[in-house]
């Protein structure tokens, strides 16, 4: 199995405009989760799927950021506009049950 | 609610020395409590679990034992390395369901010299 695919793995964007994070989970996996990870804040969970239906966006910052999941086979997190304050690295996780498998996450510099 | 507090970091430490990292949990019942591992430029790895009180998980030389009475799970190595340099995570997890997210301690940072 290839693991969790991320896409893009870096990112360098400037303030104010979209930026669209993918994610293909591992075949199987009913579980999705969006993560963010900076130096200040550590890891935190942002919002995570079951069956492609969202069950706790209680972690999205703010409305500019949404996340989707139409199949059971991508999900996306997308920033709109973003913010320097939005520079981080996401990971997606997806899992089975209970154990999470991480993605090699998103690099993401906003200008 | 539940949480999870890992020692504070960073460790250094030097080849061939025990490694002790604590991990001391607040949860109500039984969760499970996984180590993760992320390696410069990396995501998460699941390095060991256990599942309920008094199981031990091992893998790659690390061990560590949930111990319900104290609530905690330390990470252990008798003999680490250079290539285990990294952060590692302890974490809680509640199974499957709506609470199948895990709880993530802060991290600690170790690194292992020559």
């Known amino acids: 199995d290839a693991g969790v695919i991320q896409s893009p793995r870096h990112e360098v964007t400037e303030m104010g405009q979209e930026v669209t994070l993918r994610c293909k989970p591992i075949?199987?996996?009913?579980?999705l989760f969006w993560y963010r990870q900076t130096m200040m804040r550590g890891l935190e969970l942002l919002i995570y799927?079951?069956?492609?239906?969202?069950?706790?966006d209680s972690g999205m910052p703010e409305d500019r950021f949404s996340a989707k999941m139409p199949n059971a086979s991508f999900s996306t997190l997308k920033i709109q506009p973003s913010e320097p304050r939005d520079s981080a690295v996401y990971f997606c996780?997806?899992?089975?049950?209970?154990?999470?498998?991480f993605g090699p996450g998103t690099r993401l510099l906003v200008l | 609610g539940d949480s999870v507090t890992q020692m504070e970091g960073p460790v250094t430490l030097s080849e061939e020395a025990f490694l002790t990292i604590n991990c001391t949990y607040t949860a109500t019942g039984y969760p499970s409590l996984f180590w993760y591992v992320q390696y410069p430029g990396e995501g998460l790895q699941l390095l060991l679990k256990a599942t309920k009180a008094d199981d031990k998980g091992s893998n790659k030389g690390f061990e560590a034992t949930y111990r319900k009475e104290t609530t905690s799970f330390h990470l252990e190595k008798g003999s680490v390395q250079v290539s285990d340099s990294a952060v590692y995570f302890c974490a809680l997890g509640r199974g499957t369901g709506a609470n199948s997210k895990l709880t993530f301690g802060k991290g600690i940072t170790l690194s292992v010299r020559p």
């Open positions: 996780a997806t899992s089975p049950g209970e154990t999470q498998y």
């Open positions: 799927f079951n069956n492609n239906v969202p069950i706790d």
């Open positions: 075949s199987g996996h009913d579980y």
